[in-house]
């Protein structure tokens, strides 16, 4: 009955009331070892397509959120299938399968963090080490020109102090974030430390800003941590810049 450019003219009005433009992500394993990310969403954010793949050394794989998708990204190591359960060394999501469902990894684990079309009309990334670090990863802006890239390419774990070690057959796999080691209020900005001026830095978030100065070291180590980029870039996310 409606005519073929009526119909188009609907699809496209839907697609504006809807929220604009669609934002590919593009995950690059260049890990020697395979890598299995995991994606989950804020609350209140359309969900992802996926929630968990597995991404070989070398390969990659695109994926397009829907628009206003905000949540948080990791990669998931030295994983393994045993009768069935499917489980990880590092950043484990507790499903036993590799899609994570809604539920969030395992710390120690290196975040990346997005809030795609935010309340400022802008995109907003960044790495976040707050529950310890895993595996090199870094965020690049497609696209569009004057945004930057994130990345936190340090190998932590082979500097990890002892007391922050988590460690599978001797080899260091992970490096807990202090607030993970020790649950005292000073390193996880809580109770009497839950303001930006009561949280400090402390010895141990100094040494991960250190290692990855662009990312989170420690719950309100917002300014030289936080990015932003015109709402439209499209995200290229590499496990082992
Ligand atoms: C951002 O969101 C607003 C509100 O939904 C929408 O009108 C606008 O088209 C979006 N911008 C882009 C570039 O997608």
Not at 3 to 24: D, E, Y
Not at 25 to 52: E, H, L, M, R
Not at 203 to 215: D, L, V
Request: glycine share 10%; with cysteine.
């Amino acid at each position: 009955m409606a005519n073929p450019s009526l119909l188009f003219a609907i699809f496209f009005a839907a697609l504006l009331v809807q929220g604009g433009l669609s934002t590919t992500f593009t995950f690059k394993n260049n890990c020697a070892q395979t890598i299995w990310p995991g994606i989950q969403d804020n609350a209140n954010s359309p969900a992802f397509p996926q929630t968990g793949f597995t991404l070989a050394a070398s390969a990659s794989n695109s994926i397009t959120a829907p628009a206003h998708w905000s949540g948080r990204i990791w990669g998931r190591t030295g994983c393994s299938t045993n009768a069935g359960t499917f489980t990880c060394q590092t950043g484990d999501c507790g499903t036993g399968q590799v899609a994570c469902n809604g539920h969030g990894g395992n710390p120690p684990a290196s975040l990346l963090e997005f809030t795609l079309n935010g309340s400022n009309g802008k995109d907003t990334y960044d790495i976040s080490l707050v529950d310890g670090f895993n595996l090199p990863v870094s965020i690049t802006p497609q696209g569009v020109s004057g945004c930057q890239t994130t990345s936190c390419s340090a190998n932590i774990n082979a500097q990890c102090p002892t007391q922050l070690q988590v460690t599978e057959s001797g080899t260091v796999v992970a490096c807990k974030s202090a607030c993970d080691a020790f649950h005292q209020p000073q390193y996880c900005c809580t109770g009497a430390y839950s303001s930006p001026k009561a949280c400090q830095p402390s010895s141990y978030s100094k040494f991960f800003k250190t290692e990855c100065p662009q990312a989170y070291s420690y719950a309100h180590d917002d300014t030289s941590s936080t990015f932003a980029c015109p709402t439209g870039a499209n995200y290229l996310v590499t496990f082992c810049p």
